[in-house]
């Protein structure tokens, strides 16, 4: 049981630390932000690109900020000993 109440602290420590993360991904005049919450938080489109162009690059944007988000929490929880699941 107190296993349980270490792993659940250390993850809401995990959460708090990650909390001001942000991840910026920028590519042909766009740029996607992604915060620690693995939230949107802002998304810049280039309106000289076409549709099927900005929908591509705004997909690419969108998996690289996620990824680098992912790639901070690893980092973090790596710091932290990791959760011991």
Known sequence: MFDKIKQLKKIKELQD???DEKAVA???GMRVIANGKFEIEE???NLELN???MERILM???NEAMRKVQMAA???MSQMGGLGL
């Open 17 to 19: 630390s990650l909390k």
């Open 26 to 28: 920028e590519r042909n």
């Open 43 to 45: 998304i810049k489109t």
């Open 51 to 53: 549709q099927e162009e």
């Open 60 to 62: 690419e944007l969108i």
């Open 74 to 76: 690893a980092q973090k």
